[in-house]
């Protein structure tokens, strides 16, 4: 009878079980007695977030505003975050961010690269930093985007 006891308390847990290992590992999830899926890769809500400027609204954010002024510099690194801010790691090879303008109230542009590499291992957080320059004007909004495949976008809104 012992036994039977037994069973009846491992198939009531394992159909309310979730277990998960480090962040784009691998997740367990039971959906009844005897039945489990699993889960690699990616869990979703990663997230591409600036790593600054240092003592900003930016830093650790997917979304900010800044106001920099005329022929100001905006720059940073990019970093790939789970949704509660936690930089991931070993996100494998092959991963670029593509940084755009998508308004242009001030007329600036990089005077970098607008194309970033995350590194394979280790933390993932661009393995160089990008600078934008504003133009001049009285009153402008520049908005940029950082993208990347498989990852939520981040954007700024540059003012003056």
Known sequence: MAWRLRAAVLAAAA????????????????????????K????????????????????????CTLSIGNNANFTTKVQVTDPSGNVMSNIGSGK?????????GSGGG????TTLTLPATGAAVTTASFTYKSG?????TDNLKASASGYADATVALTK
């Open 15 to 38: 159909g309310s079980v979730l277990v998960a290992a480090p962040a784009a590992v691998a997740a367990w999830a039971s959906s009844g007695a005897g039945s489990a899926t699993a």
């Open 40 to 63: 690699a890769g990616y869990w979703a809500g990663t997230q591409l977030r600036w790593t600054g400027p240092a003592s900003t609204a930016c830093v650790n954010a997917t979304s």
């Open 96 to 104: 670029t961010v593509t940084l755009s303008i998508v308004s242009n």
């Open 110 to 113: 990089f005077t970098t690269s």
């Open 136 to 140: 001049a004007g009285g009153s402008w």
